[in-house]
Structures are given as structure tokens and as C-alpha cells.
């Protein structure tokens, strides 16, 4: 297998890209910490690796916060004694115009994507240091292509971008691999999750889950990047072209971008 005995910290794991991340590198030999902020989640995720009979220690952590953070790294430190690859995964998404959202929205998706991301990476780095290992963010094509009625998840992706762009700087003679994941629309429930404009749950995907690529897909993917320390992962044909015209022809992509948005389920510009 190839990360036999490797250590690996995957953050907000209890659903989706994190879950499936979990379960992938854990088919691979790893040793596996999980975070959320769910204790019933946690343990239903705990249930699925038990079945494959994967090496685990689940935390109970809410990433954006900084002593939760902290203590992650010291129970997987205390029950593995290293941690070779970090996976922020842990994010939130929101959709509401700008004008309408509560501020305290905004700082939440903030905290969790964007704070909850420093935090993790902060305290994992002098072990990761040790290990010459990994550090990666799943960030998102909002990364690079701001999307209307999602400002703040937007705002919260370009900054995790920036800051491992500054970070892998830091770092390049260390041996430390830091690469950030840029999936395109993904089928898991951060849409259903997403927060409206006074912080509620939006419920329901405005979109097709059925045309995305699947949680376990994206894990996979991610696997063979992390083996390979690739710099940047952008996935499906609809994310590349998305950050390669917004590259040469951002004025024209406004537009595009507003007509794509425009079509959503229920969507406030209509």
C-alpha cells in the first residue's frame, strides 16, 4: 500500500470530499484522523472505516476553532507520534446576494474556510516539517473564478489560495509539498448546507448532482496528486476552462458567470 503507516489529518471528514478522502487514503495503508464538529457524524463516519477496517482516531473539533485546532494536532500527535499529510477539507458555502446577507454569515464562512484552514496548517507544520510531508487545501474553481450571490465563500477561497501560495514559497527547500485542490461542482451536501442569508441551511441543491463528479472520484484524484506533490490540482473540463478564461478574459467571463449563476434553482437574480 502506498502510504503504509503514513499519517494523515483530514479536517471537517464526517461528509463528502473529506469522508471520501478518508476512506481512499485509508484503503492506501494510512492512519487516519477525522474531524468534525458532529458527534453523531463523526460516529457514523467511524462506522464506515471500522467496515474497511481502516487504522482511525476520530476528533470531535470545530475547525474554526483555534484551540480545537490545537488539540487535534495533539491527539494524533499522542496516538501516532507524526502526521505526514494535512488535508483542509473542513468548509462551509453560503448563497445570498451580498446587499442581503448578515455580516455575521460572512464571518462564519470566513472562520470555517479560511481561519479554520491557518489554524489546522499552523499547528500540524513543525511535524509535517519532520515528515517532509504534505500540506493540502481543497479550495475550490471559486478560488480563481469568483461566482455572484457567493461572496463570501468566494472571498474565503482566494484567501486560502493566496496563503498557501505564500506558504509553499516558505517552505520550498524543506522538502514540505503543499498543493492546493481546486474541484469543480462536486455531488456531496455542501449546497444542501449552504447558508442563506440569515444563516440558515439552504436545504436543497439548486443544482444537478446527478452531472457532478462524485465525492469519491474527487478523493481519488486527490490521492494521485498528493503521491505525485503536484502543485495544483484543478478538476473536470468545466473547471479548467473556467480558470483559463477567467485568466485572459475576465470581462467577458462577468458575464458568462452571471448567465450560468442565473439559471440555479430559485436563484436571485431572476
Known sequence: MKLKDKVVIITGATSGIGEACALVFGKEGAKVVITGRSKEKLEQASQSLREHEVDFLPVLADASSEADNQRMVEEALQA???????????????????????????????????????????????????????????????????????????????????????????????????????????????????????????????????????ATEVAEEILKATLRRKRDLVLTIQGKMAVFLNKWIPGIMDGMVFREMAKEKDSPFK
Not at 509535517?128 to 468566494?154: D, L, V
Not at 517552505?171 to 481546486?182: L, Y
Open 80 to 214: 501516532y507520534g507524526r502526521i505526514d499529510i494535512l488535508i483542509n477539507n473542513a468548509g462551509i458555502s453560503m448563497r445570498a446576494l451580498f446587499e442581503e446577507v448578515d455580516l455575521d454569515v460572512f464571518r462564519k464562512v470566513m472562520d470555517t474556510n479560511f481561519w479554520g484552514t491557518v489554524y489546522a496548517t499552523k499547528y500540524c507544520l513543525p511535524a509535517i516539517r519532520k515528515s517532509r510531508g504534505s500540506i493540502i487545501g481543497i479550495s475550490s474553481i471559486n478560488g480563481f473564478r469568483g461566482t455572484p450571490a457567493r461572496t463570501a465563500y468566494s472571498a474565503s477561497k482566494y484567501a486560502m489560495n493566496g496563503f498557501f501560495e505564500s506558504l509553499r514559497t516558505e517552505v520550498m527547500h524543506e522538502g514540505v509539498h503543499v498543493m492546493v485542490a481546486a474541484p469543480g461542482f462536486t455531488a456531496s451536501n455542501i449546497r444542501n448546507n449552504a447558508l442563506t442569508a440569515h444563516g440558515e441551511s439552504q436545504g436543497e441543491s439548486p443544482r444537478d448532482e446527478g452531472k457532478m463528479m462524485t
